[in-house]
């Protein structure tokens, strides 16, 4: 900008198209054509250049240094392989851990076994729903005027012309049964599972009432890792 400050331009006629004043002195519009100050925007925008592909290099440098250290860290991710759809006979630890120490001989730390359960995993997600509904339906009972429970009108089971015959009935009472029948499908699924492991899809919600606490307890498998 000093360099182009110094252009002549803004000293030309008032009538002159290329006349400029105001801000316009400190830009590129107060350099005349084939000006030799046009070669400063040339350099400049070299040495911009080299600075930013510089910058570039040297980040990605730092980069690449600190991705090849943790891949040659023994961290778990760093090695684990996670293995879908394992054949019925071969789904226990030590079975997937024979198989891949036989292929792999010596290499292989540990595996384990963890059963793949979305229809458990919806259920869940049902069970912690209707919760947090039976509480709101709590919440704007106390917090009304006339502190008059709110009304549900529930679905028939498989829709249909049947499903708005149902009469209205309390919301509290509703999505309470509601919760109590998916706790008991959750723990009885749970129970049939072959194989049951803590994840981290275990509830993390605050404890809200009594049966919060006892869905705490409640753990969902997920997939087989080794």
Known sequence: MPVYATGTNKN???????????????SL????????????TWIVEIFIMIIVYTFYYKDFQRYTFYAQKYLASRAPRAFAVIVYDIPERFRSSDAVFAIFDRIFPGEVASANFVQLAPKLLKKKMAYTAALTKKELAIWKTENSKTHEVP????KAEGGGPCAGKLEPMNAIEY???????????????QERCESVAPTALKDVVSPRSEEV????DLVIPT???I
């Open 12 to 26: 030309l006629e008032v009538s002159d198209p290329r006349y400029i004043q105001g801000v316009l002195v400190l």
């Open 29 to 40: 519009s107060n350099v005349a054509p084939k000006d030799n100050r046009l070669w400063v």
């Open 151 to 154: 009304q549900i009108k529930p």
């Open 175 to 189: 999505w309470h049964g509601k919760e109590l029948e998916l706790r008991e499908e959750v723990r009885s699924d």
């Open 213 to 216: 606490q006892e869905q705490n």
């Open 223 to 225: 997939r087989v890792a």
